[in-house]
Antibody, heavy 120, light 107 residues
Framework: QVQLVESGGGVVQPGGSLRLSCAAS????????MHWVRQAPGKGLEWVAF????????YYADSVKGRFTISRDTSKNTLYLQMNSLRDEDTAVYYC?????????????WGQGTLVTVSS | DIQMTQSPSSVSASVGDRVSITCRAS??????LAWYQQKPGKAPKLLIY???SLQSGVPSRFSGSGSGTDFTLTISSLQPEDFATYYC?????????FGPGTKVDIK
């Protein structure tokens, strides 16, 4: 079955960098767009970024544009989120999610999430 | 950006009750709307997409309706496993946006 496993979260100081990974299995990774969605502690869901199945286009939330970069490695079936210039407000659980179909914008399924804490 | 609102923000209900949650978009999104269920400490789960299409494996007591700016998620007979927070999400254009959530808890 489809499985998404995030890793790379942790504690980082403001202004620092972190790279999240999402290992995908159980489906043809190269055929689907992929998303990152985050959730601050006790808060709602915020979409972060999307990359098309072939990596040809990326889209970002305004709150992370210019600081975060989404990428993918088809040879490793892995999605990435490079996060630079981190701020306190980036503290959240970060989920990767597969597009339900093709490059669609429904999220299914989701990984279990990885916690990023930005704190001095 | 398209803003999503939900009402109510929370609802207390009993097992067997019919529960409806509404979602409103700040501009028309046709049927580009999804509903997700999230339980504490867990990742969200897709319930409904395209405003009214039931995701595979989701019980038929869940249904969605609406188009344009106004949408509804209905649980026809609330079960113990349905106590959770529900989010709507618009997929009409980027940036994709979620509603603030509706918590369904036990009366």
């Amino acid at each position: 079955q489809v499985q998404l496993v995030e890793s790379g979260g942790g504690v980082v100081q403001p202004g620092g960098s972190l790279r999240l990974s999402c290992a995908a299995s159980g489906f043809t990774f190269s055929s689907y767009g992929m998303h990152w969605v985050r959730q601050a502690p006790g808060k709602g869901l915020e979409w972060v970024a999307f990359i098309r199945h072939d990596g040809s286009n990326q889209y970002y939330a305004d709150s992370v544009k210019g600081r975060f970069t989404i990428s993918r490695d088809t040879s490793k079936n892995t999605l990435y989120l490079q996060m630079n210039s981190l701020r306190d407000e980036d503290t959240a659980v970060y989920y990767c999610a597969k597009a339900r179909t093709g490059n669609g914008n429904w999220f299914d399924p989701w990984g279990q999430g990885t916690l990023v804490t930005v704190s001095s | 950006d398209i803003q999503m609102t939900q009402s109510p923000s929370s609802v207390s209900a009993s097992v067997g009750d019919r529960v409806s949650i509404t979602c409103r978009a700040s501009q028309g999104i046709s049927s580009w709307l999804a509903w997700y269920q999230q339980k504490p400490g867990k990742a969200p789960k897709l319930l409904i997409y395209g405003a009214s299409s039931l995701q595979s494996g989701v019980p038929s007591r869940f249904s969605g309706s609406g188009s344009g700016t106004d949408f509804t998620l209905t649980i026809s007979s609330l079960q113990p496993e349905d106590f959770a927070t529900y989010y709507c999400q618009q997929a009409n254009n980027f940036p994709l946006t979620f509603g603030p959530g509706t918590k369904v808890d036990i009366k």
